[in-house]
Structures are given as C-alpha cells and as structure tokens.
C-alpha cells in the first residue's frame, strides 16, 4: 500500500465532488493517467471510521494560469520559439476526474471527501475492484483476465468464476478492430486462464470455438513464440506459457470428399482432426435453417414433418402409388422414396398422395435434394454420420469446429445443429462435462441487430438468456458491438474491449463512457484490453501476455494446407495418422479394385472406428473381389491410368 | 515574525479567519454593533492608501546628467535573470461592521517568497509565508469592547496619534484612512522581515515588489532588488523627465540616489520593460532599487536585464502586467490562495 501521497482532492462550488465522481490534483511527473486507480484517504471520521474511497481516472485536464492564447502571444512577440528562452514556466495544473469504484464504509454514502490522493497498491486494487469477495482462501474463484499497470503497481485482475462461466451470471463479449490481436489472443488467453484456474469443485469445463474466419484457431496446440517479457506475466498469474495440449477439431470434407475443408489439413497435424459428415436424419431435424419461409410453406412444412416422423429410419410399405418397400436412411435412399412416390403418382394420375398434393412433393423434393448439393462434404447421401463425441466430452479440451472455408448455409446448419445439441446433452446432464464455453466470433453475423429473425440468431438468444443455468457460456466476439443484438450483448456479464474504431465509439452504446476514455480505447496498444465485469463499477483497463499458441498466420506458413490431389492420395492422407504401416502402393492397389462411393464409405468408417488395424479393418469394408493380374499391374504401372475393376451385382450368385 | 503563531491567543473565542468569521466575532465583543452585509458591496476589499503625485529631482550618481542608456534589445531579446527570489505582500481589508458608526475593519495581511527552480515557481521551504489577521478599530471610540477583546494582541488600535501627533475624528473616512495607514505599515513590516532574513541567509538575488528602502539591512544588501511600479513620486524634474517618459523598451536611465525621508539610502533607475507606443507615458516603466556599490554601471545594467527577462511569461490579466514580473504575479496568486 503506497503511503506518499500523489494528489490532494478538490471541490469547487461549480465543480463539486460527487458520491461517484472526485477531481484531484498533482504533481506534473506525477504516474497518474487515464486508467489508473487510486485511493483517497479522508480526515475526518464518519461513524468512528476514516472513509477511504477508490476511484478510477477517467478524465485529465491540464491547464495554466493563462486567461487568453492571445496573451501567451504577446507574452513571446508572435514568436514561438522564444517561449523556450522564458526564465520562468507558468504555473500549470493537472487535474484528473475519477469515477469512485468502491467507498468504505458503504454506508452512509456520502460525497467524497477532501483528503490526500495515493495511487493504489496490489491489496487496494483488490478492494477497489470487490475481488477480496472472491479472492478469499478456500472460496477462491477468481480468473486472472490480465495485469492491471500504473506506476510501480503491478496488480493481477480477477474475473469471479460464478460471473463469467455461471450460476450468477455468464458470457462474455469481446468487441475489437480486426488485426490487432485483440479478439482471437485474448480468447486463447482467457480460456488457458480458465483451464488453468477454474475451481476444480465447480466440477468439469471444456470448450468448443467455431473458427469462422481463416486459420485464426487452427493452430491451437502449437506452440507460439513467447521471449521473456511475455513469460513473466503468465508466472504471474500462475497459467503454464504453452499451447493447449487438449485439443480436437472439426472439419467436413470438400465437395469432392476427398480432403478435408480446413487450413489445418497439413498431413502433420491430422492425427487430432475429425471429419464432420452428418447424414438425412442429422439434416432433417434443422431443415429450418436451411429453408428460409419462401422456400417452404405451411404445406411443404407438413410433408417434411411426415417424412421426418413416418419415412425417415421407417419402413414405407409398398402402397398404390410406391412400387416396393422403402427404408429411408439417407439423401440416397430418399431420392428414390421420392422418384418411386412421383412415378406412382404420375402413373395413376392422381394429384396427391396422403393429403399432399403432387406439387408440394415436387417443391419439397427440390429443396431437400438440393441440401446435399448446398452442404457437399458435410452432408452425406450415405447417411455416413462422424460428429462431435457429445455424451463423452473431457474436461480441460479445446474441441474446434472449422467452418472457415464454408458456404454460408453449411455453417449455418453446423453452428445450429452443434448448439442445440450441446444444449440438449447439457440439459440431461450427459454432455461429459458439467460447463462448456461455445466461441463464436463474427458475432455480427450471427447475431446481428438488425434484418430478419434466423433460426441461428434465435438460438443464440437462448443461450444468452437461458445458457447460464444450463452451464452453456458464450464467449462471443465482433468488430462491432453495436451491430450486434442488444439481447445477447447485454446477457454478458463480462465484457471486453480492444482498440476501438473511433466510428464506434461514436455509437450511443458508448456514451457512458467519457471523452478520455474513448480516446484511450480508440487508440489501445496489441495486449492491452477495457475490462467490464459484474464486481467491477467502472471499466478496468489490463494487459493480457501474448498467447502461447501458434498465430494462424504463421500456422499456415509452417504448416502449409494440403492440395486436394487424387482419390488415391486422400485416402492415404486420411489412413496413414492412424497406422504408420499405410503405403501408397497398397492404397492405390484398393483403388483399383473399388468405387469410389465405396472407398469414401470404408475410409469414414475407419476414421470413425479408429480400430487397432487399420488395414484389416479398411479392407473388411470392402465385398471380396478377385481383381485380374493386369488390371492390379496396371494400377501398378500408373496411378493416372487406374480404373476401378466394375463392382459384381449385389444379386450375383458367383461373386465373394 | 511568525503570524501564525502570533495569532494564537488564550482568547476563549476562536480567532477568525475569514470575513464572515470576523464578523461572527466582533458580535459577540460589540454585541451592539451593526454587521455588514458581506452579500453587498459594501464590505468589498479596501484599495491601499496612496500618496500624492509628485515630480522629484534625481540625485543623479551615475554620469553628469540623466540620460537614456540602452541595455538590450527594443525586442526579441533573450536574456537570462539572475533572481532566484521573488517577494511579495498582500492585504486584504473588509469593514465587517459599524459600532455607532465606527468603522470595525478586519484585515488580512500577507508576505511570501517564491523561489525558481527548473525554471518552476514553488514555496520558498526556509522561510514559511507570513499571515497576519487582526482587527484594526480606534479604541478611544469604542469603551464598552470587553477587555480581554481590548487588550488582545490581534487587536490594533488604530485611533492612537500618528507620527504627527494627529488623533484621527469619529468621522467613519477618517478613521477608515487611517486603518488602512496601519494596515500597510503592518504588511511593509511583513515583507521588510522576510527582505531581510533572505540578505542574512541567502546568497542570490530576491526581487522585492516594492521599495527597499524602510529596511537598513535590505538598502544595504546587494541580493535585495526592489522594483517599484506606482511613479507616485516621479524623479524626473525639468530636463529629466523627457529622458525618463522617452525611455524605449531596453532602455534605462542613469542611476540616481533615492533618500525619502526617515528611511534608507539607495541607488535607483528607471527601466523601460516594454514599448510604451500608443500607450500613456508610464506604460512597462519600473524604478529599481538596489544598493549602492562601487561598480554601479555594470550593476544596473545586468539588473535592468535581469528585470527585462522577468517580463515573459506574461502577467496577465492583472491589470498591472506592463510593469509585473511574471515571478510577482505568481507570488500575489500563491497569497490569495492561502490567505
């Protein structure tokens, strides 16, 4: 606790100190800026106790005893550069106005008094900032956001983990310019400081971050340069300085199937990165999002919500109209369902079928088929399904969801479907992991303000204002908070702030603040960041240390993304992570033999398996085929020239 | 002196120390007394006693005759001082009440020094700032004040005879002008202590604002430099006073004896700080007092710079900026603020 005093408190009549707002002088050289925090102590006692009062600074004002710029003028005969030759310096002033962050006593809450202004040590911060509450041994649940700095006070600042990630209150929103470091690190930050400090009697916490834009959260468990000037915050704050060593991601495939649509699809980094395929079922129970309301009508509504309930996983029975038994598993299966259905229909003339009129059918045909199309690589005619592993998340794990390279729609569908699934696990109970914080940046077009209701936008809503009891945080971020919907925005408890754009700032979102402060935001440092949080009355402003992880920009550098090449290549790509002993020339030799729908679907179920064998296990995917000594050599000879042997007839009573 | 604690007496009362204090208080010594309404103008700061104008002869010591002699540049002149001192004194004069229409003036007289430093004004930290608060009433007039009020040291009559011998009439003029007479001995006694105690302890040149010549130590001293800005005595009879009101910005005069009566010697002149074109005679014209020394010439002129250079900053929007040192000002603002 600073005991020299840096500043006296001042009142006038026609600037009065206020309960929540003091003015103080000092010195010129004085460490006292807008940001810092600082302590008055009072003279006279109130109920036998001397008030001490905490503030921030939040405006500065520099003045002389100068009455008019023209007199200065004069004084120096029009001519600048004598001023410096002057034997004597007017008198000037440095007044700062603070917002109050804490009184003590609480009670009576009186304006602040005259007293000696000293600028605030580590312990005061603590009680400026209400962090003692949840900074006490055995109830500790504090998050270190980052280092608070003003003169010789170096000060960790806490967020309570009940007000971040829940019961009391959750979320947290990040608003920042793009390009400096703001958002991405301090995500990356801020959840090692929660893996790192989140009480382990709150039970288990995992995270799940949609990379929405380039490679920014492709390199997660690779490590980032850090020198020692980034390493001692992280001592400070007691977080290990390395990547996170818990991490799995997400990706569906190109259109072609082949490759996966990610930046992290460098043969090196595959081992920990899943396909993300859904099938008709996974697709069908969010149809909403996929078909806005001038695609579907009430009508078309009603037959998906029959196929839904009756066809799909059913056995439709041959009726007047189909021509034999149907079991609808998948895009394919329900093409024919659809093709049998029309040509019954056609054939008999009839204009409806089970109260749905040929058109409808028509229409729906049209736009469910062209699902498959819209999301290639994530939706599957097979009905091939690889997902999260909701039910057995592990605590202290990063599962990343990549939907960089993704058409909108398909994001869309991914966003939607992984949330409400996540919603639902957590509401059972059986997610794997009590808590789970959902990162979603492009917030602004998720959520934005203005346009029309999406299915999306409405589910994140729900997790704003619902999630928290539930244990479903959004750790959200964008350019632009006041482009974003006012609801999900203010359900975050915590917010913070980067370097703004000064078209922002001027947004009636931040009037709140004064001039000194947007003029500090719109011109923050990389690292340095405007905390507001549920214990703390005024915005706290903190460094946060460079993220120990591997920038995306670098990532893609060192780990450049592999070029979609041949079937033969991708599925080596795709076998080899899981058994070193694949080789090209025995891949290629498959390819020879099979199909392609064939090799994808025996690749997807390998990848899923993940079996001991995995050349055993591929190959037993496959009917036997005894393939002719020319064609295997000419496999040999030429991956160009190879032509898969024609697969025998399923009905054929002569093959293996 | 030390004021304040010269202001601590066993008065069972508290000894005020504003004007609204002061008139608490004299209520309760002269409970018949009528209080002024400090909301009006009537109880506004009393200006200072001044002399009559008069022209003087000077005594001239330096050449024959007075004559302009330039010591810098009309303009643009960069110039270093050699006053690391500046002092100055402050009064401050209310009439609180009426006691059967005596006058009850209470004043607040004030004298401090401010040292430069990095080129910076602060608090001279040797010689703490001087504060006198006393009541100034003619006692002959008032006999039913209480004793203990009467016989209080804070307390100065001011109905006793003057030098002459002259006892002031109950008329309420008389006895206000001779208050302020009082008054204005009380802070020149201010400023001669704090003069003086800087030429015994200092060794660098103080500019006092003011004569220097009520004090034997200070007229003598070759640290103390008074500069005088009211010309209510001009030394500039006959052919002197072209060259006095013709002086240019730069420009001094010959160096002249000054000797009023009952007081000390001292060598002065006149310095031009600013050009007086299209403004009165007397505009940015000072007279410097310092001591006499045998190298007169070299000491005028490296004073008349020392005062030209104290010129910038500026000492608006005093009223007196063309003649103020920026140094002076400073000290008047620092007085105001603590008295």
């Given at each position: 606790m600073s005991n020299e005093p840096l500043g006296r408190v001042v009142a006038t009549e026609r600037r009065p100190n206020t309960p929540h707002e003091f003015h103080f002088w000092t010195a010129l050289?004085?460490?006292?800026?807008?940001g810092t925090i600082v302590r008055v102590d009072g003279s006279n006692p109130v109920n036998g106790q001397i008030p001490r009062v905490y503030g921030i600074v939040v405006e500065g004002f520099s003045y002389t005893d100068?009455?008019?710029p023209m007199h200065d003028v004069l004084g120096h005969d029009g001519t600048?550069?004598?001023?410096?030759?002057?034997v004597t310096e007017r008198a000037e002033i440095r007044l700062y106005s603070a917002a109050v962050l804490?009184?003590?006593?609480?009670?009576?809450?009186?304006?602040v008094p005259m007293g000696e202004v000293h600028l605030a040590g580590e312990d005061d911060v603590a009680v400026a900032l209400r962090m003692d509450s949840y900074l006490k041994e055995g109830a500790r649940t504090g998050i270190p956001i980052g280092v608070y700095r003003a003169g010789a006070t170096d000060s960790t600042i806490y967020l309570d983990a009940d007000f971040l990630l829940g019961p009391e209150a959750a979320h947290l929103n990040i608003s920042g310019m793009s390009g400096l470091a703001t958002k991405t690190s301090a995500v990356e930050w801020l959840l090692a400081s929660v893996f790192a400090h989140?009480?382990?009697?709150?039970g288990s916490i995992a995270a799940v971050c949609f990379?929405?834009?380039?490679?920014?959260?492709?390199?997660?468990?690779q490590p980032g340069p850090l020198d020692d000037r980034d390493l001692e915050p992280y001592e400070k704050m007691a977080?290990?300085?390395?990547?996170?060593d818990r991490v799995r991601y997400f990706a569906p495939y190109t259109a072609k199937g082949f490759?996966?649509?990610?930046?992290?699809?460098n043969e090196a980094l595959l081992d920990n990165v899943t396909p993300l395929t859904w099938g008709l079922r996974e697709v069908l129970q969010y149809a909403e999002v996929l078909l806005n309301r001038d695609d579907i009508d009430a009508k078309a509504d009603a037959l998906i919500d029959f196929i839904k309930e009756?066809?799909?996983?059913r056995v439709s029975d041959k009726d007047n109209y189909l021509s034999r038994d149907h079991t609808v598993q998948s895009f394919a299966d329900l093409e024919d369902w659809f093709r049998d259905l029309l040509r019954g229909l056609e054939k008999s003339n009839s204009d409806s079928w089970r109260t749905h009129h040929i058109a409808t059918i028509r229409k729906v045909r049209n736009r469910l088929s062209n699902l498959s199309t819209r999301c290639a690589g994530l939706v599957t005619d097979s009905g091939v399904v690889s997902d999260l592993p909701f039910g057995s998340f592990e605590d202290r794990m990063v599962y990343v969801v990549d939907v960089?390279?993704?058409?909108e729609d398909a994001q869309d569908l991914i966003f939607a479907r992984v949330v409400s699934k996540l919603r639902e696990h957590l509401e059972r109970r059986d997610?794997?992991?009590?808590h789970l914080i959902v990162f979603v940046d492009e917030l602004n077009k998720y959520?934005?303000?203005?346009g029309q209701d999406t299915y999306v936008r409405k589910m994140l809503l729900d997790i704003a204002e619902r999630g928290r009891y539930l244990g479903l945080v959004l750790f959200s971020a964008q350019?632009?908070?006041?482009?974003?919907?006012r609801r999900v925005v203010g359900n975050s408890g915590t917010s913070l702030f980067g370097r703004m754009d000064a078209d922002e700032l001027a947004t009636?979102?931040?009037?709140?603040?004064s001039a000194a402060i947007r003029t500090k935001l719109a011109t923050l440092e990389k690292g340095q960041l405007m905390v507001r949080h549920p214990h703390f009355t005024q915005p706290i402003f903190v460094r946060f240390p460079r993220p120990a992880v591997m920038l995306g920009r670098v990532g893609v550098e060192q780990f450049p993304q592999a070029v979609e090449s041949g079937l033969d290549v991708a599925l080596y790509r795709a076998l080899r992570p899981l058994?070193?002993?694949?080789?090209l020339p025995w891949v290629q030799k498959l390819v020879a033999l099979y199909d392609e729908a064939e090799l994808l679907k025996a690749r997807d179920a390998t990848i899923r398996a993940r079996p001991a064998s995995v050349k055993a296990y591929f190959e037993a995917q496959f009917r036997k085929v005894i393939p002719t000594e020319p064609a295997v050599a000419a496999a040999a000879a030429s991956r160009e020239e190879t032509r898969a042997v024609r697969t025998l007839p399923i009905d054929d009573p002569y093959g293996f | 002196m030390n004021p304040a604690n010269s202001?601590?007496?066993?008065?069972e009362l508290s000894w005020p120390t504003s004007t609204h204090a002061a008139r608490r208080f004299i209520m309760r010594a002269l409970p018949h007394a009528s209080p002024m309404?400090?909301?009006?103008?009537?109880?506004e700061a009393r200006p200072r006693a001044d002399e009559p104008p008069v022209l003087a002869t000077p005594s001239v010591i330096e050449g024959s005759a007075l004559r302009a002699i330039r010591v810098?540049?009309?303009?643009g002149a960069r110039l270093e001082s050699g006053f690391l001192g500046f002092l100055d004194g402050a009064q401050d004069v209310r009439v609180v009440s009426h006691a059967d229409g005596i006058p009850i003036v209470w004043a607040t007289v004030s004298a401090a020094i401010r040292v430069r430093r990095n080129r910076r004004l602060t608090a001279f930290p040797r010689r703490a700032p001087a504060i006198s608060r006393r009541y100034y009433l003619p006692l002959r007039y008032l006999e039913e004040l209480e004793p203990a009020f009467r016989n209080?040291?804070?307390?100065?009559?001011?109905g006793r005879p003057d030098a002459s011998g002259v006892i002031p009439s109950r008329h309420p003029a008389a006895l206000l002008d001779r208050a302020l007479q009082r008054i204005q001995q009380d802070r020149e006694a201010l400023e001669q202590s704090l003069t003086e105690a800087w030429c015994e302890e200092e060794s660098s040149p103080i500019y006092v604002?003011?004569?220097?010549?009520?004090?034997a130590t200070a007229s003598r001293s070759s640290l103390a430099i008074g500069v005088v800005?009211?010309?209510?005595?001009?030394?500039?009879?006959g052919d002197a006073f072209r060259v006095v009101v013709g002086l240019d910005a730069g420009e001094r005069s010959s160096v002249f004896r000054v000797a009023p009566r009952g007081r000390h010697p001292v060598a002065s002149w006149y310095v031009r700080l600013r050009g007086a074109a299209g403004r009165?005679?007397?505009?940015g014209l000072v007279r410097v007092e310092a001591a006499e020394s045998d190298d007169l010439t070299f000491r005028a002129d490296e004073i008349s710079r020392w005062i030209i250079a104290e010129g910038?900053?500026?000492?608006?929007?005093?009223?007196r900026w063309d003649k103020m040192s920026y140094g002076i000002r400073d000290t008047e603002e620092f007085l105001r603020a603590i008295s």
């Open positions: 050289d004085s460490p006292v800026g807008i100068l009455q008019s600048p550069g004598s001023a410096g030759f002057a804490r009184q003590l006593p609480d009670e009576p809450l009186q304006p989140f009480p382990e009697d709150k990379n929405v834009k380039g490679p920014d959260l492709c390199f997660l468990d977080v290990a300085a390395k990547p996170f490759a996966l649509n990610t930046l992290r699809s009756r066809v799909l996983d960089a390279t993704l058409e997610l794997g992991v009590k959520a934005p303000s203005d350019q632009f908070r006041s482009q974003v919907h009636p979102g931040y009037s709140v603040l058994d070193h002993s694949v080789t | 202001d601590r007496g066993d008065n309404d400090l909301a009006t103008g009537e109880a810098a540049p009309a303009r209080d040291p804070r307390v100065v009559d001011s604002d003011g004569s220097i010549t009520a004090s800005k009211s010309h209510r005595t001009l030394y500039a009879e009165d005679a007397l505009f910038s900053p500026l000492a608006l929007p005093d009223g």
